[in-house]
Each structure stands twice: as structure tokens, then as C-alpha cells.
């Protein structure tokens, strides 16, 4: 019979405080450790966790560096729908947007900043993400069967208007509709893409510049080499010079030397000559 482990709960929550360079690998190993201790089902759990998206990672560290702040969003909200179906009497509802409002400002300040510190794009895009992320656990609340802060696997959307209808109305909520609302893809907004394109123009603007300054590297390497074998080509010229200055100096020398030997043969001949005149 497959073992389950009492604190597995424990463990998982310790995942989902990991960065997210090291999640992968960590719930790896955690599956395999598990199953090796012979806890099945709670390896199979595990190993079926995805890996969040950054921002919804960044919601994830928020409640676990504060999670009374995510408490008090929850509680917020709740209170906001029931404002709004009248179950909370002489509820000033423009008041408690107001509040919902600058809570959720500050919770993005935070989340920017676990962004960059994680090493992650705090983006408008990445923060409209976690935005709507917020926004949609602060329109659950604490209802049952809802995806919970601290252990998201994926970026939220908020309910449909069926299940809106049914939160407004006290009705009995389908658990269909519940988990629909994360898996579906809704259309980039304007703004949105904007941010996205403004990032790819940034990014093609800068491998511009750095393919501009290897150009220029190029170019001033090019130049450098120019000029050395301009330099080597002059020396080269110079010495072809030298060398046939030296040839003909050589060449005269020994026509020089040829002649003055031609002299001495000659004059040695002729007092020869004159020696054998004179004995005669």
C-alpha cells in the first residue's frame, strides 16, 4: 500500500518558495525522494506541480513574505461582493474600491520588486499579469476549490460572467466553472502589446548598437592591418632597393677588379719585355 507522509504539505509549500530558476529541479528531486521512501501518491502529486509563470511566482512570494497582506485582500474582497449583492448593510462601496485600490498598488510595488530581484522583467506586461492575478483571488476570496495564493502554477483570469453571476447571486457554484477560468487564453489587450513591442523594439535597438560597435571594431582592426602591410610593402621596396644598389656595386667592383688584374698582367708582361731587350 502506497505511504503517505504527514508533512507533504509542508514540503510543497517549500517549493513554491524557491526561486524559479531552482523549482524544476527541486520538485524533481522531491518526487523521486518521495517515491523512494515509498510515498506514491504524494511523489505523483508533486510531480504533476507546474512551473509557475514569473508573475505568477511574484504573487506566490508575496503571500509568503506577507501573507496577512494577501489575507487582507481576500477578506477585501469579500467584503466588496457583498457590498454589492446587499448582504453587507450600509456598506459605503466607493470606499472599499478606494481601499481594494491602494492595496493592490502597493502589492504590485512589491511584486516589481521580487521581479527584479529574482532576476525577472518587472514589465508593464508582467505587472498587468500579476494585476489581474490579484484581482481575480481578491473576486474568489476563501471559497472552496479555488486556486489559493502561495502555490499558483499559472497566471489568473478573472471569473467568467456565469461565475460572477453565481458569486452575486449565492448561487451553488459548478466546479467546472471554478477551474475553467485559468486554463483559457484571453486576447493580448492593446496596452499590453504595446509594452510587448516596445520591449522588442528596445531589444532590437540595442543589438543594433552592439552590431554597430563590432562594425566599427572591424573597421579600425581593418585599418590597422592596412597600414602594417603598407608599412611592410615600403620596407620591402627599400630593401629590393638596397639590394640592387648592392648588386651593381658588386657588379662594377669586379669589373674594376677584372680590368686592374688585365693592367697587372700586362705591365708585368711588358717588364718582361724590357728585361730580356736589355740582356740581349
Known sequence: MAKRGPDIDAEIDALFQRSLAEFTSA??????????EGRRLDA???????????????????????PKAIERLLTLGERIRKAQTGQLKNADLR??????????TALLANAS???EKGGHPASDSSLHRVSTTLESLAA????????KAGRLTADLDPPGFDTLAAL???????VKKVLLFQAPKRAEDPAATRARLHETVQASEKALREAH?????????????????AAVEKQKQEIEARYAEAKEAVRLASSDARRTAQAVADAERSL????????T
Open 27 to 36: 520538485r524533481n528531486a522531491l518526487a523521486k525522494r518521495l517515491g523512494s
Open 44 to 66: 505523483e502529486r508533486v510531480k504533476a506541480l507546474a512551473k509557475p509563470p514569473a508573475p505568477a511566482w511574484a504573487v506566490n512570494q508575496l503571500y509568503w513574505q506577507d
Open 95 to 104: 470606499a472599499l474600491l478606494e481601499e481594494k485600490k491602494q492595496m493592490t
Open 113 to 115: 520588486a521580487i521581479l
Open 140 to 147: 474568489w476570496g476563501h471559497m472552496e476549490g479555488v486556486p
Open 168 to 174: 452575486m447571486g449565492g448561487k451553488d457554484l459548478d
Open 213 to 229: 560597435r563590432d562594425a566599427e571594431r572591424a573597421k579600425s582592426a581593418l585599418a590597422k592591418a592596412n597600414a602594417r602591410a
Open 272 to 279: 718582361a719585355k724590357a728585361k730580356g731587350a736589355l740582356e
